[in-house]
């Protein structure tokens, strides 16, 4: 058994964090700092993706032949550490996390060739087009419909949760290409552009006052064929391998601890019930890392992960939503501003009362209750892991 | 022993929630204070007299008719300027001994035409009052502030005084806070026998309690009928044991609270702060849990400024925090 | 809008007190204070009924017409009070509390002259034979047979979970007379001898090491018919009668609130973690107190209580549970004591380490785990809350 | 990075897990320590050398070899000396000074054919030790105790010294515990190394979350089993979806509590102690609400002594609260 880092990791490590040292500008830290939402707003994103690319570390959980850098899953978890502890940007996952993998894995020649340029070069800019209303997490009960029309299909329905959308000009979808087969047969994967003819954004505000969410309306949309990953009728295949891959990709903890550590920079030591609120975190944080990295290890050393790997999001769910109350509670009165104005780094936010921490907590606060919902509620993670872990 | 309120007191309680709910259904209405006409209707129906006590002009203010206002407003998910413009600065009004008062101020209050703030901090010298105030709740459009000082002393100050400075802060409820700052503003010194700023103090806490009673009622309504009308897996998600047995939890927390609030409405004179601090301490933990649950139990939906869910969670993040919230207020009891 | 006594009231409270401060012995006190069960030892519990029923006191909850000294609701509670602040033994409630109630409504003149004095008197020291095994908290499952010989029944069935039979010479019990008609309709309350042939009582001994519970096989037992309450049939109607007797007929927080208070006497100002939980045991059952004041006054008006009166007994396990941890965490390494000689008081139990009050901790502790389980879990409750409260 | 023990680690894992499901099945055993022949009988098999590191004359001893056997013991629910009398005993005999300690009383750990036990307390003077040093675990059985004395000193008590006074207080576990007192009873002093208490105080630590941790996935285990085949209102109660999301809980409580164990276990030298501490703190909480919710899950039959659910939450309730329990763990991180 060993918990430590080889010689060769370490210096990896190392050569990470020199990079961040320089890489890093303030306005990216401070950028990344007053985000309140999960993802960088454009702006930052943008900068620190060409950064990224520029280093050949932008897809470096890409494999090599997909044009990754070749890591290890621990080089991948060390390089994601000291990113969360740098206070790097968190790149939007749609284009580089989701459709990625799915454009190596599924995507043809001519597709690999086209587009895995431009979602690195952020030329393409990925959302994406699961959710329905009324579906849920129930996939199987997708409604949009694709009829073939020669080399297009004509693309009917109505997506919603789409996650910076307005920032996107491509989406991916799963679409009911053939009502008649059994539900999870007839679905299909496309790649949209979303300028074309009938593709309509609506924002869905945020209780937070953020705009990241939206409905995706797709009237009569003309999408080519050959805009289809895989065949017809894969996208539940695919779709599965996507949300397998959102699952397993991430390591929460590093990023949690790291956002712990930084609040309490910010507020000054705790005293009394928040101090011991701050120490639970810390703790429940760090037994999630060492759960993180147990799975590593054992995908490391090539093995199948255990049932164990289900339970991480439930546990950042609760960890990230304890950290933003936290914060809440340590700023005080100065917790509970929040300006309309958005994003938070802006020139048009108003002066900060206190710091600008304090200013972005109660938006914070408020988008963390997401972190439940999204991406699988924790009801369903709790049924998930009864089922895969305990045989209930 | 009895908890329901008396005739006078259900009359009262009948208008304001008729009137609220014309005019503030929590399904639909739209974020953001009340108007202020809506405002000064309330005025002129008497209502705020009712929250007022005979010293102040007023014809009620005991603590039960402040708790049974709050409460109505609190269901209607309302932002207003109940509990400070009204209960602390009508209370700590009508203790002023006659003579250091402007009893115009009062008939603003009573009639819903004036707008007051509640502050604390700053030192009152020769000069006037100077210090950094902070936030301070409705401070952008309060015509006038009364301040606790530091060292004891209660001031009235006009917000037009230029050497008072304010810069607006909006809150996560909406409402717009000043961030105050004075430097020797004009303050005319209120003579408030001891006692009095805290007694108005927990009166004012005491209807922050109610109406954080009064948006987890609304919010366990507006989620009970949700879970009965929401289908999944085909079927009501009501019927989901999971949702049934934390459903019956937020139930549990209402009514424990509502009993905390009763108790610090009805309690002796000499127990009211104590009591006030214990159901600061409670509510604010119980409501904010619930409406945190109200959120989840809603999915997505609940997470948009779209329905009332979200916006009693950010109303009642306000509340539950205010004057430091559940742990000052039990490091208060424990002092 | 009213929360104070009446003068009237407050010189009750006083006279109760008054009572309680000459009748209550120390020995009595100490006995009280040393149970680790639910009810006070038959040595206690048989001594404090005595002094009671001398002073007309014994059956406070029962109407004048059947013995009772004829008090308000609010008399009760206060009395219920001031006991419970005095350190008053908590006397066994299976006699006293559910099937007087039952004899003196559904009994005949005969019944009624013949067992409520000697209930009194404690010459009959009744048990309850309710539950089966395997009927958890359902009733209609019963299967105790019940068959018609004459003027007598033969009896033949199996108790669980019987409080104090070891202690009982009385046994009230559901028995099936009728197994062809729909379950609810065939069951009947029988009064049962248990010096009879065919009655055992078999232990079951605790995790905390206290006999209280036992079950109770009846072999053939021959019980005479005149000693069924009510009409055969009539069982499931009595049954419910005397649940719902149970669930309205106390008030938990007066005992939680005295029994934290003490507890405090005995460790000394708590700090930090502990006194925090401490603090929030203590506004639960204050706010407990004013929940079951609010049913109280309802009854009081003459007006049918809330949906409320179905949350208390949730809410005052959840605090014994809390009250007994946080007895075990105070005393240290002293609250793990767990002498096997019962009761605690007896001079054959090994002199406490720290005090007596510690060594009964750990004993405390695990019987209250039994709270949230016996007389309908937690769950069970959680059911009946949501359905009743919400119409869910 | 290697959470999965070696093989050596899992050859001497296999021999004792086969030893004590040979004579401890959790479900049926009675309570009460381990018989001696069973301790002498592990000590034969050369047990306790792997736990000991060379310098006591073992073969082993790392923190994740007394991690490995602790869990084991944990899972059969066996109450045993282990913790103290061997893991603190043994590390602190061995960190000692070879001229100083008594190799005789190393050899008994090994056979398991010597009880020690560990305390702490009392002063060391030129007369011996004195003091009320309060419970000591398996102090009865204790032919003799090493005593960390207050003064830092570490000695070596005969346990039939007449100057020493033991009662026995029976433990909720089942277990006997000496309440100690020594007048001056003779001390053979230790010259143990600055900071080698402290170690060999973790060590045993880390061995008690272990037995936590191997506890809970047997008190898990048994909840499962138990769920899925008792029946109520004709179905199995683990389809019951509130029966799921609490089970699911317990699991994640479960594999948390042991990510903590095994951070603590491989952490740097420098790192163990904390790290033993936040272990202890997760692991303690965690342990006692898993085992409370074993028992509310099984029933009436949860809280009789006739299921290993009511001896484990017993042995878990022992285990949790000792040195201070997470309490007393929190304040030495916080500190």
Not at chain 1, 247 to 272: C, H, I
Not at chain 2, 6 to 26: G, S, Y
Not at chain 2, 103 to 132: E, V
Request: aromatic share 6%; glycine share 10%.
């Amino acid at each position: 058994m060993e918990m430590s880092f080889s010689p060769q990791q370490l210096a990896f490590r190392d050569e990470v964090r020199a990079f961040l040292a320089q890489a890093l500008t303030p306005r990216l830290r401070h950028g990344a700092a007053l985000t309140s939402g999960v993802f960088a707003e454009p702006d930052i994103a943008r900068a620190w993706q060409a950064i990224l690319e520029a280093k050949g570390w932008l897809v470096y959980h890409w494999p090599e032949t997909a044009g990754g850098p070749g890591w290890t899953p621990l080089q991948r978890w060390i390089f994601e550490k000291e990113c969360a502890q740098a206070g790097a940007p968190v790149l939007p996952g749609m284009g580089l996390k989701l459709l990625g993998p799915v454009l190596y894995t599924f995507g043809s020649a001519a597709q690999k060739a086209f587009y895995l340029p431009r979602l690195r070069s952020a030329e393409h800019v990925w959302a994406q087009g699961f959710s329905e209303p009324g579906s849920g997490s129930d996939l199987a009960s997708l409604r949009t419909r694709a009829e073939r029309d020669g080399d297009h299909y004509i693309v009917n329905g109505h997506k919603i949760w789409t996650t910076q959308a307005q920032h996107a000009n491509r989406l991916f979808a799963l679409v009911r290409t053939d009502p008649a087969v059994k539900p999870q047969a007839g679905i299909s994967f496309l790649m949209i552009d979303m300028a074309l003819p009938g593709v309509t954004v609506r924002p869905i505000l945020s209780a937070s006052g953020d705009h990241e969410l939206n409905e995706v309306f797709l009237d009569t949309v003309r999408v080519p064929v050959a805009d289809r990953i895989g065949e017809e009728g894969q996208g539940w295949t695919i779709a599965k391998f996507l949300l397998e891959n959102e699952r397993g990709g991430t390591a929460f903890a590093p990023q949690l601890l790291a956002d712990l550590v930084r609040l309490q920079g910010e507020t000054g030591p705790l005293r009394g019930e928040l101090a011991e609120r701050a120490l639970r975190l810390r703790l429940e944080a760090e037994a999630l890392e060492i759960t993180e990295l147990r799975t590593l290890a054992e995908i490391e050393a090539g093995e199948a992960p255990g049932p164990r790997s289900v339970i991480t999001k439930l546990i950042a769910s609760e960890i990230r939503q304890g950290i933003e109350v936290l914060a809440v509670d340590a700023f005080g009165m100065a917790g509970l501003q929040w300006p309309e104005e958005r994003p938070f780094y802006d020139a048009g936010v108003p002066a900060p009362f206190h710091s600008a921490t304090a200013q972005v907590a109660a938006a914070r606060y408020l988008n963390a209750r997401a972190w439940s919902i999204f991406g699988g509620t924790s009801e369903i993670q709790l049924a998930i892991i009864a089922r895969a872990a305990l045989g209930l | 022993m009895r908890f329901a309120p008396n005739d006078d007191q259900a009359m009262v309680l009948d208008m304001v929630a008729r009137f609220l709910a014309a005019r503030t259904d929590p399904a639909t209405m739209a974020a953001g204070p009340m108007p202020a006409q809506d405002w000064s209707a309330l005025g002129e129906l008497g209502l705020f007299g009712f929250l007022l006590p005979e010293a102040a002009g007023g014809m009620g203010g005991a603590p039960q008719d402040v708790m049974l206002v709050a409460e109505a407003f609190g269901r209607s998910l309302a932002i207003t300027p109940l509990a400070e413009g009204v209960v602390i600065c009508g209370h700590l009004l009508g203790a002023a001994a006659s003579s250091s008062r402007g009893d115009q101020l009062l008939a603003g209050i009573a009639q819903g035409t004036l707008t007051l703030a509640f502050a604390r901090g700053g030192m009152i010298s020769d000069k006037g009052l100077t210090g950094h105030l902070g936030l301070v709740r409705d401070g952008m459009a309060a015509e006038a502030f009364l301040v606790a000082a530091e060292d004891g002393g209660v001031a009235l100050l006009a917000a037009d005084d230029p050497r008072l400075h304010r810069r607006p802060v909006r809150l996560v409820d909406g409402s717009l806070a000043a961030d105050l700052r004075c430097d020797a503003a004009g303050a005319a010194l209120l003579e408030v026998p001891e006692g009095q700023v805290a007694a108005a103090l927990a009166l004012g806490q005491l209807a922050i309690v109610a109406e954080m009673v009064g948006a987890m009622a609304t919010l366990l309504d507006l989620t009970v009928d949700y879970v009965k009308q929401r289908r999944q897996f085909g079927q009501a998600i009501a019927s989901f044991q999971v949702i049934q047995h934390r459903c019956a939890r937020l139930y549990v927390m209402l009514e424990q609270a509502r009993s905390m609030m009763l108790r610090a409405a009805l309690a002796p004179e000499g127990e009211r702060q104590a009591s006030v601090a214990a159901a600061r301490a409670y509510a604010g933990e119980a409501a904010l849990r619930l409406a945190e649950e109200a959120v989840q139990f809603h999915g997505g939906m609940g997470v948009t400024d779209e329905l009332a869910v979200g916006r009693g969670l950010r109303r009642v993040l306000l509340l539950s925090r205010l004057f430091g919230g559940p742990c000052a207020a039990r490091a208060e009891l424990a002092a």
